[in-house]
């Protein structure tokens, strides 16, 4: 037993000494998939699952900081899950609370919230707003909360914004429509002022984004882990960052 310890240990370390500095992704959205299959597989209840998958969030940041990544944008909760049954929903977004209460706790990190927050029960969207009121300050590593989040809902939530501060303004729609460009919407998407994801990572074998920042993600590098999200190890993160830094990204050209 204590030879493939040591053999992943040393695996491990390879790996880390592999990745060059600047080809560390600086942005890295995660698509924390297999928390129920893993429950099921386990012969557990779903909660114990959605539980294990919240505790990897936190070790799973912690690498992001040992590794240099400066933002991190995690798919918690989209606006297809809350058509889950309600007593899934409660656990689900009892554990999103709790998970909160400790990103909060370390203090290394700023959390900003990520969707809909008013398709959140009002004390959770309170939580997530008051927690990125509190965490506005800190240096460490960005955290987005993706929660009641739909990349189709943000995209139509910006277009209406943009209409809305247009009329305030006075403009006439035609005008709204001549002068509409890629970069006016970016301003009124859920993470203005953001870079656009380098890397996006789903776990759990599945291969598609599920509406996981798709504006954002037009240039993102792809990375797919077959691992259901609590069994993703340190050592699978390394490999999505050495396939990463492989890569030559083009951005269309």
């Known amino acids: 037993m204590k030879f493939p310890s040591f053999a992943y240990g040393f695996y491990e370390r390879k790996l880390q000494r592999s990745l060059a500095p600047d080809r560390i992704p600086h942005h890295v959205g995660v698509m924390v998939d297999g928390n129920r299959r893993w429950a099921k597989l386990a012969g557990a209840p779903t909660r114990h699952g959605h539980q294990a998958g919240a505790d990897k969030i ?41 998970t ?14 990520v969707g809909a927050l ?6 959770l969207a309170s ?24 990349g189709r809902r943000e995209i ?35 993470t203005r002022g953001q870079p656009d994801p380098d890397l996006v990572i789903r776990t759990s074998g599945e291969q598609r984004l599920s ?28 490999r999505a960052l050495r396939d990463y830094g492989r890569r030559q990204r083009r951005f269309g050209c």
């Open 127 to 150: 939580k997530v707003t008051e927690l990125a009121e509190r965490t506005s300050c800190i240096e460490g590593l960005h955290v987005n909360v993706a929660v009641g989040y739909g």
């Open 211 to 238: 509406g996981f920042l798709m504006w954002q993600s037009a240039y993102s590098e792809f990375y797919f882990c077959e691992a259901l999200w609590p069994d993703f190890r340190r050592v699978d993160f390394l």
């Open 118 to 123: 008013d398709l959140l029960p009002e004390h």
């Open 58 to 98: 936190l070790e799973f940041l912690g690498w992001c900081r040992e590794l240099g990544v400066e933002m991190v944008t995690l798919y918690m909760l989209s606006t297809d899950n809350m058509n889950r049954s309600a007593e899934e929903i409660e656990q689900l977004l009892d554990i999103i609370g709790n």
């Open 100 to 113: 909160l209460d400790r990103l909060g706790e370390t203090r290394k990190v700023r959390v900003q919230p």
């Open 156 to 190: 139509v939530d910006a277009v209406k914004e943009l209409l809305l501060q247009a009329d305030s303004e006075g403009s006439t729609l035609t005008e709204v429509a001549e002068n509409l460009s890629v970069g006016q919407i970016s301003e009124y998407l859920y």
